[in-house]
């Protein structure tokens, strides 16, 4: 028997739905942040009185950030 | 007063305000109130350790030059941050798991607790670092001197003021990130206080933004249309050099040693990694949300020779705002002065571990490091370093400060960093990786690194001379530093990543296929690459170190109390009668994983090896590694076959079951046939004694007759008892031979002599062979003859013949003595024959009636005690007993 | 007149010491010492009480008791059963064969004698 160490139980794998999600979106990110994917959306423009460029890319990367977020709660209530 | 002692006044002040947080924090985590410490926002904020000087001042003015190039080096770490469920999240529970204290270490274990890839591994990190800590003190001198000099003093000197900090450095590294020596240990002054200098930056860089968006434009759309529109570059935004420093800053944030640091050993709870996959990306968002407009209004409002790398600082001075100003300079001082202190944190552990632990061992070889105190001279060895990564850092400052080469060296050191890149993620994910593929690819890699990127970067002054940086070595054009093969990239950068990277991984693949992984290795690679999966806890072999030496050596190095703890409850967990646990393997890696946690790997095996006599990894590791390896495997399958899986673990319980239900029944059977063997002589001496007792005189014949009954039964009771002594300490091997070298006549004459008695009795003849007596044998006479005497007596009591013959007959036939016992009787029946080497056992025939009793069994375990065999090989013209011993040459040659 | 006794048993000193103890009663005994054929000695005997050990090479004790009572002429002679083992399990077992009466070794003699009297009367 491997005897309980005085460290945090190890977290539980949550459901299959989660692990393709948490396991898709880094893809999904690398897809629309780097590569010439890019290029399609970042011509000169405007787009809400900012150029385009920094729109898409500022908003891709806050579209991300607002999905890691919904996984990590996810895998946070999972462990709970 | 001016106002660089005004900006001196403040820094001191911040500085101290971050000892007094640093102090606090540690007195809350020794009273055990982790809540607040442990929380995952602290974590994340620790991570911003990412965001350096260089990204602090440099965001802008990569913007400024290149527009929206800057942000590469902040997606890189989004991705890895929110692909966390891919590599991150297998790192830190490795890290947990095999108390990992440094990336070195972390490759290092992974590849067989290798000391020589440890070593490079701390080489490659102090070479890129120490630049990066230069980059640091010069971004300070610098901003000081900006700072001064718009006040219309006389600049200080950058020298003095970089000397300062880093002094200053290292005494706050030393004071707090020395403080425990588990280096696995979280350091949670050191993190408390990096956590507020991460949002000292933010909000500094946050405020420098709105006040340009808000302040000198008005509002976002304002200041995009005083924005140069070729600075986008739109259109064309992605091209190389944007997916190169897309992947080096991914690759960063997991290979730099202080990132390694905060993420995976300052980690103490899985799920705030959770929580820093989305935090941590937002910070990083913050972080880069104002660069643009800051670029953007610097070009605009400050005259073209101004630096955009001070635009930060600039800006806010141009405009009046010394306050905005001051506050921007501490977000840039947070920056630099985080970075440089776990960065030193993180070094020192490598090289205390790594470069000083092992030489120490080395030196002190024949001691046993348990006899000394490894505590302390792993602290001051860690002390020491701190000191010695900022001295470098300070000589580096020194000798290249204020030349161009500092102003690329940022990305530079990436990439040199970088080279652990593909032994560290093939380590996570590929069984096959070997350490010497690590070794080559990292040492392939590093050596393009240097040549194509680093010694091009000091200009042609460093080995490398401007002829060959243009031409290459002798005039060879394919061999030009920054256009290999003529390949054509232009940009150095990717031209660097292309060949160092590449190369690295092509030899870490093709070696790594070309050679065989160690026992350790793959021992290792399991566990790392399983760590997710249910290893299932080893079978205990007991060693033979004495648990003494353990204890001595985990005092040594996990200090006093916290080794009697572990021992604790450990012999608790193995639920031994003595307060020490038995040292069995799995103790002994538990406990070397522990010592890891102070010294890393490498050293802990060292020490460990040196302590239980320098085993190797032995057969039963392999066969546990076989074991491990087959249940993982099985425990993948179990997914979809969980009632297989019930049914198998039911059929091997009832199995056990049944094993044990045999057990138990064999047991009873030999109590009950002991019990049997026992009651039958003591009925003759109890009736024989009650008749002696109760009955009139007898005469004096009887008496007699009755007296030698008891006398003899008493006899055969004494020795069944000796009997089952005898046997059951030669079953536990527990027996004290005595070996001499004697010549064989001696013992077969002391066993016929022994039974001459029965002999006569039977009128028996005894047929020997003289000749083959006469050689030498080197075993223990006592035994052996009571051996034969055993096999002599039971052929004259079970022969059965009218005239017996018992021959006692030698012979060396191949590397074995042959001494066959035969008779001339009927032999031994087909169903006897298997039952008569155990214990009572009961023959069926009649001419051997009665019970075997223990002669043979115990002689059996004699004849095996001395390395040999007995068996039967008789045929149905007579009983034969076969003795076959192993000839020791060496002695036999010693005694002739 | 004289009540004849058959001992069945293996060890010769406690078979030297049975006949003597019984001789001296003046019960007449018959003594055999193999468990093969310990039956049809029984049935060529005849005797008023047989005293039957339980481990004998060749047969056991209770195959042998078995065989006594399926034989009609002498299925209703007595029979002590002696055994070395002393378990319950023995007891039990000998009951089920149709023993008379159980006794364990050692024994002493005074009780042995009086329960081959009372099994003779």
């Known amino acids: 028997m491997t005897t309980p160490q005085s460290r945090a139980a190890p977290t539980k794998a949550p459901g299959r739905r989660f692990r393709d999600l948490a396991t898709l979106l880094p893809i999904l990110g690398v897809l629309l942040l780097a590569t010439p994917i890019v290029s399609i959306f970042t011509q000169s423009g405007q787009i809400f009185g900012l150029p385009s460029p920094i729109f898409y890319i500022f908003g891709i990367w806050a579209g991300l950030i607002v999905l890691a977020f919904a996984l990590a709660r996810r895998a946070n209530r999972a462990n709970r | 007063m001016g106002s660089f002692n005004l900006l001196v006044s403040i820094c001191l002040i911040y500085v101290l305000a971050l000892f007094l947080i640093a102090y606090v924090a540690e007195r809350a985590a020794d009273r055990g109130r982790f809540n607040f410490l442990r929380s995952p926002l602290v974590y994340t904020l620790s991570i911003s350790v990412y965001c350096t000087a260089w990204t602090y001042y440099g965001a802008v003015g990569s913007a400024a030059r290149n527009g929206l190039e800057f942000i590469t080096i902040y997606l890189g770490p989004t991705l890895v941050f929110i692909g966390w469920w891919w590599v991150l999240r297998k790192l830190v529970r490795i890290g947990r798991e095999q108390r990992i204290t440094s990336i070195a270490d ?118 995009f249309t005083r924005m140069d529109p070729e600075l986008l570059n739109a259109g064309e935004i992605f091209n190389k050099r944007w997916l190169t420093l897309t992947l080096l800053s991914a690759t960063a944030i997991l290979c730099l040693p202080r990132m390694f640091q905060v993420i995976v ?9 959770a929580t820093a996959s989305w935090a941590f990306p937002l910070y990083l968002f913050l972080m880069s949300l104002f660069v643009l407009p800051i670029a953007i209004a610097g070009l605009s409002t400050l005259p073209s020779n101004a630096n955009p790398d001070l635009f930060v600082l600039t800006v806010p001075l141009a405009q009046g705002q010394s306050t905005l100003a001051t506050f921007a300079f501490l977000g840039g001082f947070s920056s630099a002065t985080s970075m440089v202190i ?85 380590g996570l994910f590929w069984s096959s990786a070997t350490r010497s593929a690590a070794i080559t690819g990292i040492c392939v890699g590093f050596a393009f690194w240097a ?27 394919g061999l030009t530093p920054h256009n290999l093969l003529n390949v054509q990239i232009n940009d150095p950068l990717v031209h660097a990543v292309f060949w160092s990277l590449g190369m690295n991984t092509f030899v870490f693949v093709l070696v790594s296929v070309m050679t065989t992984p160690s026992a350790i290795e793959r021992l290792q690679s399991v566990q790392f690459i399983n760590v997710f999966g249910q290893i299932s806890a080893r079978r205990g072999i007991t060693r033979s170190t004495p648990i003494e030496d353990l204890l001595v050596l985990a005092q040594r190095i996990l200090g006093r109390e916290e080794a009697m703890a572990l021992f604790k409850t450990q012999a608790v967990a193995q639920d031994t009668d003595t307060p020490l646990p038995d040292p069995t393997s799995e103790f002994i890696t538990t406990l070397e994983r522990e010592i890891a946690g102070n010294v890393g790997a490498a050293a802990a095996h060292a020490m460990m090896g040196q302590v239980t006599g320098g085993a190797e990894i032995s057969f039963e590791d392999m066969i546990a590694v076989a074991d491990e390896t087959a249940q993982i495997m099985e425990y993948s399958a179990r997914l979809e076959t969980q009632s297989t899986e019930l049914a198998q673990t039911a059929e091997q319980l009832r199995t056990a079951n049944d094993k044990l239900t045999e057990l138990s029944k064999q047991k009873d059977t030999f109590l009950s046939q002991v019990s049997h063997e026992l009651r039958t002589p003591m009925t003759s001496i109890r009736t024989f004694a009650e008749i002696l007792r ?8 009887q008496l007699n007759n009755f007296a030698s009954i008891i006398h003899d039964e008493s006899i055969r009771l004494t020795r069944l008892l000796d009997d089952i002594l005898d046997l059951s300490f030669m079953e536990n091997g527990r027996v004290q031979l005595h070996m001499e070298t004697v010549p064989l006549s001696k013992i077969i004459d002391r066993a016929l002599t022994t039974t001459q008695a029965q002999v006569n ?136 | 007149m004289h009540e004849r006794v058959l001992l069945i048993e293996d060890e010769p000193h406690i078979v030297e010491a049975l006949s003597f103890l019984l001789t001296r009663e003046g019960i007449s005994v018959s003594t055999h010492s193999d468990g093969i054929d310990a039956a049809q000695t029984v049935a060529r005997l005849a005797p008023d009480l047989v005293i039957l050990d339980v481990m004998l090479p060749g047969k056991s004790g209770f195959d042998i008791l078995a065989e006594i009572r399926q034989a009609e002429a002498v299925a209703n002679t007595p029979v002590l059963m002696l055994t070395a083992k002393g378990q319950l399990r023995d007891r039990a077992a000998a009951q089920a064969a149709g023993a008379s009466l159980f006794m364990t070794k050692p024994f002493s003699n005074k009780e042995i004698i009086a329960n081959v009297k009372s099994l003779l009367k």
């Not at chain 2, 050993?265 to 990694?273: A, Y």
């Not at chain 2, 080197?778 to 035994?783: F, G, L, V």
């Not at chain 2, 042959?818 to 214990?839: L, P, Q, R, T």
């Open chain 2, 342 to 426: 776990v960065a030193s944190i993180a070094l020192s552990t490598m090289m205390s571990n790594h470069i000083v632990l092992p030489l120490w061992l080395r030196v002190n070889a024949s001691r046993n490091p348990a006899s000394d105190d490894v505590r302390l001279l792993l602290l001051r060895s860690r002390r020491v370093s701190i000191a010695v990564v900022l001295a470098l850092g300070f000589l580096y400052f020194q000798f290249t400060g204020g030349t161009g080469a500092l102003a690329s060296i940022g990305l530079i050191a990436f990439l040199g960093v970088a080279q652990v890149l593909p032994a560290m993620i093939g």
């Open chain 2, 106 to 223: 972390l490759l290092s274990s992974r590849y067989g607790k290798s000391g020589p890839l440890a070593v490079l591994v701390t080489l490659l990190a102090v070479i890129g670092t120490t630049p990066y800590i230069a980059l640091q003190l010069q971004s300070l001198a610098l901003s000081f001197e900006v700072f001064t000099t718009s006040g219309g003093e006389e600049a200080p000197s950058p020298t003095s003021t970089a000397f300062y900090v880093a002094v200053g450095l290292a005494v706050f590294t030393i004071v707090f990130g020395t403080r425990n020596l588990d280096a696995n240990e979280r350091h949670h002054g050191v993190v408390t206080a990096i956590a507020v200098e991460a949002i000292v930056k933010l909000a500094a860089l946050l405020s420098v933004g709105i006040f340009v968006v808000w302040g000198v434009a008005n509002g976002p759309t304002d200041i």
């Open chain 2, 761 to 896: 009795d039977q009128g028996a003849k005894i047929l020997r062979d003289a000749d083959a007596e006469k050689m030498m044998l080197y075993t223990d006479p006592d035994r052996l003859s009571q051996v034969l005497i055993n096999l002599v007596s039971n052929a004259l009591k079970h022969c059965g013949a009218d005239q017996p013959e018992i021959a006692v007959l030698s012979g060396i036939y191949g590397d074995q003595l042959i001494i066959d016992v035969a008779d001339n009787g009927s032999g031994i029946s087909k169903d006897d024959i298997e039952i008569i080497f155990e214990k009572f056992a009961k023959l069926s025939s009649k001419v051997t009636a009665g019970s075997a009793g223990l002669g043979l069994p115990i002689s059996r375990e004699i004849v095996k005690n001395l390395g040999g065999t007995l068996s039967y090989e008789g045929t149905q013209n007579g009983a034969i007993f076969r003795v076959a011993l192993p000839i020791a040459n060496e002695h036999q040659q010693a005694a002739q």
């Open chain 2, 694 to 701: 109760d009955s009139d005189p007898l005469e004096p014949e």
């Open chain 2, 265 to 273: 050993v300052e980690n103490d709870n899985e799920r705030n990694l």
């Open chain 2, 451 to 477: 040549y194509t990127l680093f010694l091009p970067s000091f200009g042609g002054s460093f080995i490398l001379t401007s002829s060959t940086l243009a031409n290459g070595p002798f005039g060879i054009s």
